[in-house]
């Protein structure tokens, strides 16, 4: 609104760009960014979108930056948790430890603090403290049967950090919890069941192409051609045919040679046919 609209128009629709473009083509999103912090780098909004096309290409130091920005414009706190993930994306799990225990945790929503409880053990395993990681992600969130949009996520790096501390029954366990409650196929849990459950995924299209290949691909072999037999037509005519069959053939092409006259004789009336003189059409000038 603080734009004249000319250009808020221009910067919406790169902020379109950029939430249709950040899952699936991250480097165009952060492309469509750009543009949009050119023409409106004063603009809260714009400042966020370009931190998260930053984040979601792994340019971390400049998603932190317009993070703050962001913060700074708006007050909001909301960015805190994206914010210390930021820090361990630069290798600094010990800042996002310390920004867990900011007064800042304590304003966020229900949403937030799973956030910021899922950076807490990725922090806590980015130092190896996979026991401190396990423990930091058993909450109530993660015991309660509701589905909530952050479910799926919590109970699959619940998961991976079972697995990681080597307790493999368990993490099957929870894996499976995580694909029950992931409707959107947000995270890969399915592929990871499959993974401990030793199922290997095989195209059989792929697998038939390949055996098609082989045997158009394969040599024959000596004894696979047939010998054919060989004629030799040289010094053969009519004379060499004796009694009857010379008698039969000699008749035959008598009958071929009548027909033959009388086709040229048809296709020579038609030739004699006097043509027609119609008038010839004036050819338009739109022709």
């Not at 969130?141 to 909530?148: H, T």
């Not at 009336?269 to 010839?280: G, I, M, N």
Request: with cysteine; net charge negative; hydrophobic share 45%.
């Amino acid at each position: 609104m603080s734009l004249p609209k000319g250009l808020a128009e221009d910067v919406a629709s790169n902020l379109v760009m950029v939430a249709r473009l950040i899952d699936e083509e991250p480097e165009q999103a952060y492309a469509y960014s750009r543009i949009a912090l050119r023409l409106a780098s004063r603009v809260a909004a714009v400042r966020e979108a370009a931190g998260f096309a930053a984040y979601a290409t792994q340019k971390y130091s400049e998603a932190l930056a317009e993070f703050r920005a962001a913060r700074r414009m708006t007050g909001s706190v909301e960015l805190w948790p994206v914010m210390a993930d930021c820090e361990r994306g630069l290798g600094r799990p010990e800042r996002a430890l310390t920004m867990a225990g900011e007064p800042e945790v304590q304003k966020l929503d229900k949403a937030g603090q799973v956030e910021m409880r899922l950076v807490v053990a990725g922090a806590r395993r980015d130092l190896g403290q996979l026991d401190a990681a396990i423990v930091t992600l058993q909450s109530p969130e993660l015991a309660s049967n509701s589905v909530q949009p952050w479910t799926p996520r919590l109970r699959y790096a619940y998961a991976d950090a079972l697995l990681a501390a080597g307790r493999e029954d368990e993490a099957r366990e929870w894996f499976a919890k995580a694909l029950e409650a992931d409707k959107d196929g947000s995270t890969d849990a399915s592929d990871r069941l499959a993974e401990l459950d030793g199922v290997d995924f095989v195209d059989a299209m792929v697998e038939d192409d390949a055996e098609v290949d082989e045997v158009v691909a394969e040599p024959l072999g000596a004894d696979d051609v047939r010998d054919e037999p060989e004629f030799d037509d040289e010094g053969e005519d009519e004379d060499d045919f004796e009694g009857d069959d010379a008698d039969a053939v000699h008749e035959a092409d008598v009958v071929r040679e009548a027909d033959v006259v009388r086709d040229a004789e048809v296709v020579d009336a038609d030739l004699e046919e006097p043509a027609r003189d119609e008038p010839v059409p004036p050819i338009s000038k739109d022709a």
